[in-house]
T-cell receptor, first 118, second 115 residues
Framework: EAGVTQSPTHLIKTRGQQATLRCSPI?????VYWYQQALGLGLQFLLW???????NRGNFPPRFSGRQFPNYSSELNVNALELEDSALYLC?????????????????FGEGSRLTVL | AQSVTQLGSHVSVSEGALVLLRCNYS??????LFWYVQYPNQGLQLLLK??????LVKGINGFEAEFKKSETSFHLTKPSAPMSDAAEYFC?????????????FGQGTRLTINP
């Protein structure tokens, strides 16, 4: 069974440009989470999508946005890139088994997309 | 708000020595707690989880953690660490009412294994 896949693996942009990152969850998973891992800042929660809707977002400006498609894959868009947006962006998915997922919250992570803003 | 604190951003031990990584949580509801490991240039991998069953949880690669409610702690231990355990370790807690969950991560502890 394929795990969570993310693309691209690496992305280099310049200030002011836009970046689009993509995530495919594990088959059967309906929830997708995005986290930012910037150097020295740990994992910061960005966005949570479930069943095609945004359920929660972290403390990030509106230029961070995304969506979830009918097949549950997800896209993260970062507009007007700034130098401090350079980070590893991790996507994770979670199943919706009411006996497991809702109570344990275990997430399955992809290997991340490293965004470098010059 | 629920939070997780990992004591020590860097821990260094000798190869074969005991590893102890500390994690304390704050939660007003019964927590579910996790330890994840991140090897260089990789995503996060689940090591173990506590879900209100046994308080001593055994995970992969010989790691274990003990949930202590009185101390609000969930420290990660391994009796003897090989060089391959060098990585960053994250403690996480999940909270929230049904349907509003998300994982909250600690800042991470970088484990260095010295030969």
């Amino acid at each position: 069974e394929a795990g969570v896949t993310q693309s691209p693996t690496h992305l280099i942009k310049t200030r002011g440009q836009q970046a689009t990152l993509r995530c495919s969850p594990i088959s059967g998973h309906t929830s997708v989470y995005w986290y930012q891992q910037a150097l020295g800042l740990g994992l910061q929660f960005l966005l949570w999508y479930d069943e095609g809707e945004e359920r929660n977002r972290g403390n990030f400006p509106p230029r961070f946005s995304g969506r979830q498609f009918p097949n549950y894959s997800s896209e993260l868009n970062v507009n007007a890139l700034e130098l401090e947006d350079s980070a590893l962006y991790l996507c994770a998915s979670r199943g919706r088994n009411p006996e497991i997922a809702i109570t344990t919250g275990e997430l399955f992570f992809g290997e991340g997309s490293r965004l470098t803003v010059l | 708000a629920q939070s997780v604190t990992q004591l020590g951003s860097h821990v260094s031990v000798s190869e074969g020595a005991l590893v102890l990584l500390r994690c304390n949580y704050s939660s007003s509801v019964p927590p579910y707690l996790f330890w994840y490991v991140q090897y260089p240039n990789q995503g996060l991998q689940l090591l173990l989880k506590y879900t209100s069953a046994a308080t001593l949880v055994k995970g992969i690669n010989g790691f274990e953690a003990e949930f202590k409610k009185s101390e609000t702690s969930f420290h990660l231990t391994k009796p003897s660490a090989p060089m391959s355990d060098a990585a960053e370790y994250f403690c996480a807690v999940t909270y929230g009412i049904q349907g509003a969950q998300k994982l909250v991560f600690g800042q991470g502890t970088r484990l260095t294994i010295n030969p």
